[in-house]
């Protein structure tokens, strides 16, 4: 793979890494979210009692803690597997997130600026070659591509869901057959919002509207990362890498995900 090097480590520094970029949202309960989180925290003088022990039997009167959370696994910065889009990718049994290859998880980073596609609209092959042109980069296999809306700026509010572009089946098709296997967006979800679909749907009848970023996974594998966060705190289009490995959750069509851009 290339930047291979960035994998070795000095001193106990990650060598030719000078800043790590947190792409991610924090998981909580947020009217960002379709579906409630819940945490409930067992705390430190309780956490005794739970074990048969008191307080006092804990040096400064206190045992561990911990935290019981009930989400979805599509909940707060996440990765969508081939199994999420269908039972079957390319005519075979489609990869669930503990299958997912690790080094398709790490890789050259690309930030495709999208901002100007308004809220609610298709980002577009001709989107993603004018974006690709200002970046001044050629595709190639093994590139994580990061769609760059500014969504995420309405993380926190009813409006994430509702107020952002979408990948168009075209779209996913144009960068998965340029040998691209992850594609990230800063938003609620890979295609457009789910209202904007549907009424379209409603309206026409076609259901070449619903989930055609998604769906098209059913003919090419590849993974999805949404909900990303910061993109505009890279340095740069091109010239970081991606490392996004999703928590390997057995037979799951998705994995929440620590995503984190490495600058050199």
């Not at 949202?25 to 074990?51: I, K």
């Amino acid at each position: 793979m290339r930047n291979i090097e960035r994998t070795l480590f000095a001193d106990g520094k990650a060598s030719g890494v000078t800043r790590f970029v947190d792409l991610s949202v924090a998981t909580r309960d947020t009217d960002s979210e379709a579906t409630p989180v819940t945490v409930e925290v067992l705390g430190h003088e309780e956490a005794a009692t739970v074990l048969g022990l008191a307080p006092e039997d804990f040096p400064d009167g206190m045992a561990i803690s911990n935290e019981t959370v009930t989400l979805t696994t599509h909940t707060g910065t996440h990765m969508d597997a081939p199994l999420h889009y269908g039972p079957l990718s390319g005519g075979l049994p489609a990869k669930s997130i503990d299958q997912v290859p690790l080094d398709w998880c790490f890789g050259p980073g690309v930030r495709l600026d999208l901002r100007e596609v308004p809220a609610g609209k298709g980002i577009t092959v001709d989107h993603l070659r004018g974006a690709l042109a200002e970046a001044r980069h050629e595709l190639r296999a093994g590139d994580i591509v990061l769609l760059w809306t500014g969504a995420d700026a309405l993380w926190g509010s009813a409006k994430y869901l509702t107020e952002y572009p979408g990948l168009t089946g075209e779209g996913t098709a144009f960068l998965v057959e340029h040998g691209v296997r992850v594609i990230g967006i800063d938003a609620w979800g890979l295609d457009r919002p789910m209202r904007s679909m549907i009424e379209d749907y409603r309206r026409t009848g076609d259901r070449g509207y619903l989930w055609p970023a998604h769906l098209y996974g059913r003919t090419r594998e590849y993974l999805q990362l949404e909900k990303l966060a910061q993109l505009a705190e890279l340095p740069s289009a091109t010239g970081f890498t991606v490392a996004c490995f999703p928590v390997s959750v057995a037979g799951a069509g998705a994995g929440w995900t620590r995503v984190v851009g490495l600058v050199g």
